[in-house]
């Protein structure tokens, strides 16, 4: 469905999304990087569990949530890729805590 | 548009939209009283708005057994409120009663805290108070990643939360929906008070009544002289953090941080003495989160989404103020900071006595006659 413009800088940074290869300009935002991957959603909403895409690509909407690099709950949007980042899907409403983390926290 | 004549005439007016003037009033209408709530608007300081939603018995009424004792009644009045809310609204008030903990940082906090719990039960008399002072690995299997600050927990059965914004709407809608008068934009202009004869002149209009309850939280300080009542209350101010939603990961409240429904965590609170200063101070804001990451570190790692503070309405003692004028009977006061712990009292037990034209004895030692310490010399 998302096609790069064809005077597109070249593509040179390589993350990952969802686990997938994808490679985008320098500066792209992860949001771009997601869209790019063509994935049918990169989050479902909290409450009903419907299925988003980054939408407004501006700060604005919040659709493009995902887990980038293990921090959950990012605006994918307003990131910019760097080399081996790791953008996974945001899965309903973030896990607070998981009890392995006290055992390395301790 | 109020037309004078009998559409401006009602068995009982209270001013105050807030929770407490809402809980009444919701109480008055289901005892049959045609009831206006009189609401001033957005200019008021609103603080049902900034409320941080715990049902909690645990802190309250130490040297106070009568508030202990109202208290606890309101806890045990608040499931039949919120099963009657929500059958007659629709309204899930969010209420949860899984008992709640207060947490206890370092040693010398659990100890002031098990010298607190133990002077609250042995006040508590024939009522009896259930509780526990909770150490270590107890505690830890009762709440997910508490820090190695924390000494321990007082747990009682009885605390819980529930969601103030929905709880007022519900309040709202059950008074509405009983055939109540709801007046928004109703500040105050004037009165004229004789004995179960009361005249309010609000929103370009004049209404009366037989029986008036004063519901304004600290608007009630100025109100009150007019009645021929006292009500000596000044503002406090609280401060809230909101978190980003997460999954659910607390199972009861604690003192200062909840989960709500949604899956947010609140993160409370401070007491200050700033007057009607609405602001907000970094310094309240670092000591609201540092308590919070000590209790529990994991909490570091969400974003705050939200912050607001709001001016608790406190009397010199810190109790509710509950009274009957002399002067012009049929003319009630009330006053609290706790307008969601006490809505079951206030629409199952207060609003009955105020519908009966008399408060019971039990409310006597509420009566801001306690502060006249000369005149009762």
Redo the contacts between chains.
């Keep these: 469905m998302f096609a790069q413009r064809p005077e597109i800088r070249p593509a040179t940074v390589e993350v990952l999304v969802a686990g997938q290869p994808v490679r985008v300009p320098e500066g792209a935002t992860a949001a771009a990087a997601v869209l790019l991957a063509g994935l049918p959603a990169i989050r479902d909403t909290p409450v009903t569990g419907s299925p988003r895409l980054p939408y407004c690509m501006m700060g604005i909407c919040f659709d493009c949530l995902a887990e980038i690099d293990g921090v959950a709950n990012r605006q994918s949007c307003t990131v910019a890729v760097h080399p081996g980042m790791r953008i996974e899907p945001q899965r309903g409403a973030r896990l607070a805590f998981r009890e392995e983390n006290a055992a390395h926290g301790a | 548009m109020n037309r004078p004549g009998a559409q401006n005439s009602f068995d009982a007016i209270v001013i105050g939209g807030g929770l407490v003037g809402a809980a009444i009033a919701y109480g008055l209408q289901r005892e049959g009283l045609a009831t206006l709530l009189l609401d001033e608007g957005d200019i008021a300081f609103r603080a049902s708005r900034g409320n941080f939603g715990l049902v909690w018995v645990q802190s309250k009424g130490l040297g106070a057994p009568h508030y202990q004792r109202w208290t606890r009644g309101s806890a045990e009045e608040w499931p039949k409120l919120a099963q009657e809310l929500a059958a007659a609204t629709g309204i899930d008030t969010g209420l949860h009663q899984p008992g709640g903990v207060h947490i206890c940082l370092g040693e010398e906090e659990f100890e002031q805290r098990g010298d607190y719990m133990a002077r609250l039960q042995r006040e508590a008399g024939n009522l009896g108070l259930e509780y526990r002072m909770i150490r270590g690995a107890e505690a830890r299997d009762m709440l997910?990643?508490l820090g190695?600050d924390v000494a321990g927990l007082s747990w009682t059965p009885y605390d819980g939360h529930a969601s103030p914004l929905y709880l007022l709407r519900a309040l709202h809608a059950g008074f509405t929906g009983a055939g109540g008068t709801y007046q928004p934009n109703a500040r105050v202009a004037g009165a004229a008070c004789a004995p179960h004869d009361f005249r309010i002149d609000a929103a370009g209009a004049s209404f009366r009544a037989p029986r008036v309850v004063l519901a304004a939280g600290l608007g009630n300080a100025d109100l009150a002289p007019r009645f021929g009542l006292s009500t000596p209350v000044r503002p406090q101010r609280g401060q809230i953090l909101v978190t980003?939603?997460?999954?659910t990961?607390l199972p009861m409240p604690t003192t200062t941080v909840r989960q709500t429904d949604?899956?947010s965590?609140m993160l409370g609170d401070s007491k200050e003495e700033v007057g009607f200063d609405l602001g907000q101070t970094p310094e309240a804001m670092k000591m609201i989160a540092n308590r919070a990451v000590r209790s529990?570190?994991?909490?570091a790692?969400?974003?705050i989404v939200r912050a607001w503070s709001a001016l608790r309405v406190m009397a010199p003692d810190g109790l509710p103020i509950y009274d009957q004028s002399r002067r012009y009977p049929g003319a009630f006061t009330a006053n609290c900071h706790s307008g969601v712990t006490l809505a079951g009292t206030h629409a199952n037990r207060l609003a009955p006595m105020i519908a009966a034209g008399e408060l019971e004895p039990e409310m006597a030692p509420f009566s801001a006659e306690r502060f006249d310490v000369r005149t009762a010399a």
């Design positions: 997910p990643g190695p980003e939603r997460t999954q990961v949604e899956g965590l529990f570190p994991w909490i790692g969400l974003n």
